[in-house]
Antibody, heavy 121, light 109 residues
């Protein structure tokens, strides 16, 4: 069974750093792109970026490039999303999602359960 | 980057048919995928590609595409279909970048 297991909620203060994780299991982790998606309170889904574990190829939405860093550790089948200095506007639920492998279609077929990141002084 | 536009809210009477639309230039190149998100839950893929449903998605959900518009149709809407629905596609610039629509809140009356 394919699963994406995300790390637990983190309560942080502005200016603090943070790294959240998404561990894949039940499939060939290295061969599927993993994306990160933000959902601010009461708002829609926003695509942050994506990484290919096999070679660490990483792409970012222009809106988020420089704001977050996506990385991977293949040895533990885990991708990460990190911030060097959080602000209140980073308060959101963050999801990881696996890109499907159909040759002609683009979609995200499995999603993590989400990690809540409240940032407040 | 490309944008995808959705109506903020749509309502449908129980058992009737509803269409949710998504517009954007990238849809001339890439098929949309559709996600259902019920209150407090994780997004769930319901339609991808030309008109493909993942295993477990009821056949009352279908997708269609025309030029720059993708549509999600629910034929015989059920109370449990009340949710937010998001479309998504790759950015039309041929980079490995994706975008989501703003979402449509479906109310089943």
């Amino acid at each position: 069974e394919v699963q994406l297991l995300q790390s637990g909620a983190e309560v942080k203060k502005p200016g603090e750093s943070l790294k959240i994780s998404c561990q894949g299991s039940g499939y060939s982790f290295n061969n599927y792109w993993i994306a990160w998606v933000r959902q601010m309170p009461g708002k829609g889904l926003e695509w942050l970026g994506i990484i290919y574990p096999g070679d660490s190829d990483t792409r970012y939405s222009p809106s988020f490039e420089g704001q977050v860093t996506i990385s991977v550790d293949k040895s533990v089948s885990t991708t990460y999303l990190q911030w060097s200095s959080l602000t209140a506007s980073d308060t959101a639920v963050y999801y990881c999602a696996r890109r499907g492998d159909h040759s002609a279609y683009e979609y995200f077929d499995y999603w993590g359960q989400g990690t809540l990141v409240p940032v407040s002084s | 980057s490309s944008e995808l536009t959705q109506d903020p809210g749509v309502s449908v009477a129980l058992g009737q048919t509803v269409r949710i639309t998504c517009q954007g230039d990238s849809l001339r190149i890439y098929y949309a995928s559709w996600y259902q998100q019920k209150s407090g839950q994780t997004p769930l893929l319901v339609i991808y590609g030309k008109n493909n449903r993942p295993s477990g998605i009821p056949d009352r959900f279908s997708g269609s595409n025309s030029e720059n518009t993708a549509s999600l149709t629910i034929t015989g809407a059920q109370a449990e279909d009340e949710a937010d629905y998001y479309c998504s596609s790759r950015d039309g610039s041929n980079n490995l970048i994706w975008v989501f629509g703003g979402g449509t809140k479906l109310t089943v009356l």
